[in-house]
């Protein structure tokens, strides 16, 4: 491995982008001490070639010319970093048959067109790497390829987005509506100025699809996930939620249960605080995976950001110099999607414990109509709150939490409690995910 | 790879063993569906063939000797779980001289014989693979050898003993002497018989002189950390800690500054409640590591127990049976032990933060006296506590806690105080370590 030479061409001179040239142009003693390679970063293509990124790359480097890349035949790999699903898959594609490894961070082009491009990667025996994808710079697509290969994978547990996870601790430590916490996030960088992707669960979705065909070996999609986001996550069960015990989380959530039967969901969970999940906080992300005979593992670290991502990018182009990705992306296998179809379970179906809050008049027979409704949705009783004191117009919030239910049987009972006349206000209802112990 | 047939030799039929023979015997279909290799339990050598470990084993794997791996060609990798320094190196110089890769969960072997025996593997075109010797099923190593590749590593802060923690976490929770928690632990399988060596350090600091040389490519041994155990540490102290928002951990810390000064020290501390590595209880290890481009990342799981070790041991079979690991390891290096000497700084000369705990006599000039002591020994305080009330033959406990400041002038003023005649018994002093930001 001694003087061999590898050179990079690097497609997008964006954020992450600037990171990678960053970490080849300034780090390269480092990378050649622990590998014995040199890293050459050979060219980068963005249509943008004067804005300074605070990276001095070399004279001849930067280039608006695709070709530079795709047809110099002495580049081993093709980082793509230009995000979204059309021309960053005409890239791929292209990279892929000009026989060129393909690095990237594209989520979303993963999550929607990710076993096609693992196919013709394949056919071009070539590799795709794509750890910088999901959750940044924490290295959980090699824990699940390599650390824990010895595994049935049965359960993950995702805090997948940073913004998500900003604001959430934001509302929470200081008592802020979701806008205001989001505008300060905005403010710092933590979101950006639409971050509708983010905070409808979007991205968070792509991500668990990616890790979830990985996890369990199927042909997964975005389209599999059922998403919901945080933009209704309100203050009033955030602290209703911390009386209890728990902290509120956007959850990715793949499980796979004895039957082979999937689930697969983005949802923001009551997370019992002893959870060490639960415990992290602010932009951080943390991927919890259980594996038949590991138990749980937990991962974290900075899911986003120009050098953690780039870190990322740059360990996969350092498993391919050295050949360790394309032995194992040579192994991969997915089961095809009508076979998948088949296991994935619809989220009606899905039995879990849920936290249900009302506003309900302060009169007798109160109790007992809610009881009735809930009784009639098959829905059993864990535990009840109700403050005393005058709140708006004689009412008082109640707070009830379920033992397991069917969620479809869930929405239902909101539904009804929302028509009853002594309900001032919609509902709201969020899941409250027990993290099972591991078994090993 | 499809087709491709990979034979183990399993040496030590212990508990980890049994673990490692139940996953290559009961996992096969798993293992050659991720991989596409076939890997067969070709021979288990240990001096009882008899015992039933319950995991059934085919007619003529088990014996007793040594020879049937050491002399069958065909065997590609051995795996040394027979623990301990003398005959295991043995049993790893003559696989490796018979051109077989090894895989070692002995943390104590690698501690000690780490680098002589990596040199003998290249010497020999084979590789050492090692994940399961830190931190059980956690793929700690793997994160550092691949995950953390495009960093400078600079900080490794490890609950590298789920022993030491669980006894930490019992005492705290419910409010345990030592030798009561230590016990239960016992009696639950959380500690051996003959504890010694989990909770003086010992294990920890083996535990953290691989994954330092690993991290910072120096040779370092066992010898090299200075080692403190949790034998001392009080329910009083943990209380106390508890009030100021600590919680106490057994700490394995490896540090290099930006001089490439290298610290390495096992120690009981106080960390933060809001550092996540603080949250980490019961039997499981956690590593958090800081890298100069991805910040920091942390890794928990289980350090220990059958099964999520032996998923480390398969994981790095696999690793080797798919080329990866040989291809990492040819790129290992290390600077020799002479140059790490170098590098190393001296407890003495270490800073941090102290939390000092001393029973005073409840009278007029006592702050005074210990005042003048800290400040003779340049300790700056940062605060004190002090408790009202009718303590034993009238006297108080007080609380000290110190900026930073050397840990020689810390050892020097507490045996100064307690030689004061004010104060009542020897005083107590725990390491309060600050988990720096990170910095990307």
Redesign the interface.
């Known amino acids: 491995?001694k003087n061999k030479k590898f050179k990079v061409g690097l497609i997008g001179f964006g954020t992450v982008g600037s990171?990678v040239a960053k970490?080849l142009l300034e780090?390269k003693d480092?990378?050649k001490?622990?590998?014995?390679?040199d890293f050459e970063l050979a060219k980068i293509v963005d249509l943008d070639t004067t804005t300074d990124r605070g990276v001095k790359v070399p004279d001849g480097v930067l280039t608006d010319d695709i070709n530079a890349i795709l047809k110099d035949e002495s580049i081993d790999v093709a980082i793509e970093l230009v995000g979204g699903t059309t021309i960053a898959k005409t890239f791929t594609e292209n990279m892929l048959k000009a026989g060129k490894h393909v690095v990237t961070a594209n989520k979303a082009l993963l999550a929607k067109h990710g076993i096609e491009l693992y196919k013709l990667a394949k056919d071009n025996d070539k590799a795709i790497a794509f750890?910088a994808s999901c959750a940044g710079?924490?290295?959980v697509v090699?824990?699940l390829r390599?650390?824990?290969?010895?595994?049935?994978i049965q359960r993950i547990y995702g805090i997948l987005n940073g913004t998500c996870n900003y604001i959430l601790t934001s509302m929470s430590s200081k008592n802020e509506d979701f806008p205001v916490a989001l505008k300060k996030a905005q403010e710092l960088g933590y979101a950006e100025a639409d971050p509708t992707l983010d905070i409808n669960g979007g991205d968070s979705a792509h991500k668990l699809a990616v890790l979830a065909s990985y996890a369990f070996?199927y042909e997964i999609e975005f389209d599999d996930v059922w998403v919901d986001g945080i933009e209704k996550v309100s203050i009033e069960d955030i602290n209703w939620g911390k009386k209890m015990g728990y902290t509120i989380k956007l959850l990715g959530i793949a499980e796979k249960d004895n039957d082979e039967m999937i689930s697969l969901r983005v949802v923001p969970a009551f997370v019992a605080n002893?959870e060490?999940i639960s415990?992290?906080?602010g932009p951080?992300n943390a991927v919890s995976i259980f594996?038949?005979?590991?138990?749980?593992?937990?991962?974290?670290?900075?899911g986003a950001?120009?050098?953690?991502t780039?870190?990322?990018v740059?360990?996969d182009i350092?498993?391919l110099a050295?050949?360790?990705s394309k032995?194992?992306f040579?192994?991969l296998?997915f089961k095809p999607k009508e076979e998948a179809q088949k296991h994935l379970l619809k989220i009606d179906s899905l039995k879990s414990r849920f936290y249900i809050r009302l506003q309900a008049a302060d009169k007798a027979g109160v109790f007992s109509k809610i009881g009735d409704i809930l009784a009639k949705h098959n829905i059993s009783i864990s535990g009840v709150l109700q403050q005393e004191g005058n709140s708006p117009e004689n009412t008082v919030p109640v707070i009830i939490t379920t033992h397991l239910t069917k969620q479809i049987d869930v929405a239902a009972a909101i539904k009804a409690l929302g028509e009853l006349d002594i309900v001032s206000s919609e509902p709201t209802c969020i899941e409250i995910v027990d993290i099972p112990n591991?078994e090993?």
């Open positions: 491995m990171g970490i780090d480092i990378l001490a622990k590998t014995g390679i750890e710079g924490i290295p090699l824990a390599s650390g824990l290969v010895a595994n049935n070996g002893d060490i415990q992290v906080s951080f594996g038949s005979n590991v138990g749980e593992t937990m991962y974290y670290g900075r950001g120009m050098l953690p780039a870190s990322a740059v360990s350092v498993e050295l050949g360790n032995n194992t040579d192994a296998e591991d090993v």
